[in-house]
C-alpha cells in the first residue's frame, strides 16, 4: 500500500512537472522573440517624391515597429505597381487612383498627390492647348496615367490630334528630348517639385531657353468622364522663385497616390503600417513635406474596398496627437530658450556671408566698370558686357537659392543696370565713331 502510493506521489510530481514544462514552453511560446516580416512595397522610379516618402516610412517603420519592415522595390510606374500587387508578387504598392487594379487589392491610406502638367519650350511657341497643333509632343508610355489623361484632355478639347506628331517614352528620356530640341512640348503626371523635374528645368534655362505651363482648363468638366482626377493648380513659382517657374498660377488637374495592399497581406502586418503612418505623421512631415498630404483611404464616390488591416486602425484610432508626442512637446519648450539664441547668432551669420557675398560681386562689377572704361576697341566692350551678364546670372542663381537678401538684390541690381547702360552707350559711340572714319574721305585723296 505504501509502495502503491508512492508511485502516486511520483505520478502527480510527474504530471505535475510536465504541466509547469508545458507552461514554461507556452509561455516562452507567446514571448519569444519574433523577428519581424519584411513586406516589400513598389514605389515607381527611383528618386521621385514617392520614392523618397516611402524611404522616410521605412526608415520609420525600422525604428518605431518592432514587428514590420520596409522594402523599396523600383518599377517603371503605377500600372506596374498595380500588376505586381495583384499577382502577390509584392505586398503593397503606390498606385495612382485612376489606375484600374485587381479585385484583390485593397486600399491602405492616401499618401500622396500627382499633377497632371504639360510643358512647351518657351521658343515653341505653345501657350493653350490648341496650341499643340503642329508641334511634336511626348508623352509617358501608353497604359501610364500620363497617356491616358492627355487622351482624355484632347477627347474633351476636340484637338487636332491628326495634325500633332505624338510619340510615346519615359519621361525622363521625354525631357532630355525636349532639352535637345526634338520636342516641343511633354505631358507627364508627377508630384510638384519632382527632383528630376526641376534639374531638367534648370538644364534648359542654363541654355537660354525656358519652360512654358501649358494651363488645362475645365478640370470640372473632365471630373465627369474622370471621376478620379480634382481640380488643382500649380502656383506661380513652384518651381523656382526667381524668375518665378511657372511665371503665374495655372491649373491643371490632380490625382491622389494610393497605397495598396494585397488582400492576402496579414492584418496586424498593414494595421501596424497603418498606425505608424498616421501616429507618427508630424514626424515625417519634418522630414518630407509630401507626407503632409497623407489621408485615410477614401471612404466616399469611386474608391478601393479598405485592407482590413487599415479598417482596424481606423474603426479604433483615437485623436491623442498631444499625448503622443508630449515628450517631444517638453523637449521642445525646454530648448526654446537655447534655440532661440542659437537661431540669432544663425541668422547673424547667415545676413553677414549675404553682405559678404554681394560685396564680392560689387567688387566684380566695379572691376568690368573699371575695364569698360578703360576700353579702347569694340572687342573689348563686348567682353565687358560678357562679363556683365554672366555676373548676373551668377547673382540670380544665388538670390533664387536664398544666398543674396531682398535688399542686397536690390541694390545690386540698381548697380549693374547703371554699368550695362554705360557699357552700352560706350558701345554706340564707338561704333558711331567709326563709321564716321569709315566715311571721312582719306587724307591726300584731293575730295574737296
Known sequence: MVRRSGLMVAGYALLAVLAVGL????????????????????VGGKGGNIDQL??????????????????????DGSATNARLVAEGKVALASVQADIMTAPNVRAVAVIAREHFQLIARRSAGIRTLRDLSGKRLALPPEGTSGNQNFFALAQHHDLPLDRIAVTAGPVNENFAALERGDIDAIAFVRALRDP??????????????????????????????????????????????????????????????????GAD?????????????????????????????????????????????????????????????????????????????????????????????????????IDIASRAQQAGDLETLHRCRSDLNQLIQRV????????????????????????????????????????EAAARPPAGSGAA
Open 23 to 42: 507552461a514554461l514552453a507556452s509561455g516562452w511560446y507567446v514571448v519569444r522573440p519574433t523577428p519581424p516580416v519584411t513586406l516589400e512595397v513598389a
Open 54 to 75: 516611402m524611404g522616410e516610412v521605412r526608415d520609420l517603420v525600422e525604428s518605431q515597429s518592432a514587428s514590420i519592415r520596409l522594402s523599396l522595390v523600383h518599377t
Open 196 to 261: 528630376a523635374t526641376i534639374e531638367a528645368m534648370r538644364r534648359m534655362q542654363a541654355k537660354g531657353d525656358g519652360f512654358f505651363f501649358v494651363p488645362v482648363e475645365q478640370a470640372s468638366a473632365i471630373r465627369l468622364v474622370k471621376p478620379y482626377v480634382t481640380e488643382s493648380v500649380v502656383a506661380q513659382g513652384t518651381y523656382q522663385g526667381f524668375p518665378p517657374v511657372p511665371e503665374q498660377d495655372t491649373p491643371t488637374l490632380a490625382i491622389g497616390i494610393n497605397l495598396v495592399a
Open 265 to 365: 497581406v496579414p492584418e496586424d502586418a498593414v494595421e501596424e503600417l497603418t498606425r505608424i503612418l498616421f501616429e507618427e505623421q508630424l514626424r515625417l512631415a519634418f522630414r518630407t513635406p509630401l507626407a503632409a498630404g497623407i489621408a485615410r483611404a477614401s471612404q466616399g464616390g469611386p474608391s478601393l474596398a479598405v485592407h482590413a488591416g487599415a479598417r482596424t486602425y481606423y474603426d479604433g484610432a483615437k485623436p491623442f496627437l498631444l499625448y503622443r508626442y508630449r515628450d517631444e512637446i517638453t523637449f521642445l519648450i525646454s530648448m526654446l530658450t537655447i534655440g532661440y539664441s542659437g537661431l540669432m547668432m544663425l541668422r547673424l551669420q547667415l545676413r553677414n556671408r549675404r553682405k559678404v557675398r554681394v560685396s564680392a560681386y560689387n567688387d566684380n562689377l
Open 396 to 435: 540670380m542663381r544665388d538670390f533664387s537659392e536664398e544666398r543674396i537678401s531682398d535688399q542686397g538684390f536690390h541694390v545690386f541690381s540698381l548697380s549693374w543696370e547703371a554699368v550695362r547702360a554705360s557699357i552700352a552707350e560706350a558701345i554706340g559711340e564707338m561704333r558711331f565713331g567709326d563709321r
